[in-house]
């Protein structure tokens, strides 16, 4: 079993910046895969950004030039920096994680990230 908590998000304006964290427990040294999602009301939840366990990260194009995805082996988190936000950016935002060989896929509860313009 993970256990995946994400704290951080709030209500910002449009340019400004916002980090979110993802506090990791339980099988950690199972995990293969890590990776943020959003998801809007009536649309799929979507990838933002992964990093595998060897190290190699990956980002949707959307976000590639804003966010940057960093994880803290030594503290068991995760963490997104987001800057320059866009009010299409206004999500719920998921912390999600994958075991080796796709047996178990983990979520947290989510974490609202509001964008005004």
């Known amino acids: 079993q993970v256990q995946l908590v994400e704290s951080g998000g709030g209500l910002v304006q449009a340019g400004e910046a916002l980090t979110l964290s993802c506090a990791i427990s339980g099988n950690i040294a199972s995990i293969n895969v890590m990776g943020w999602y959003r998801e809007v009301p009536g649309k799929e939840r979507e990838m933002v950004a992964i990093?595998?366990?060897?190290?190699?990260?990956y980002y949707s194009d959307y976000v590639k030039d804003r966010f940057t995805l960093l994880r803290n082996n030594a503290k068991n988190t995760m963490h997104l920096q987001m800057h320059t936000l866009k009010p299409e950016d206004t999500a719920v935002y998921y912390c999600k994680a994958d075991t080796f060989g796709g047996v178990h896929t983990y979520w947290g509860q989510g974490t609202q990230v509001t964008v005004s313009s």
């Open positions: 990093i595998r366990a060897g190290g190699s990260m």
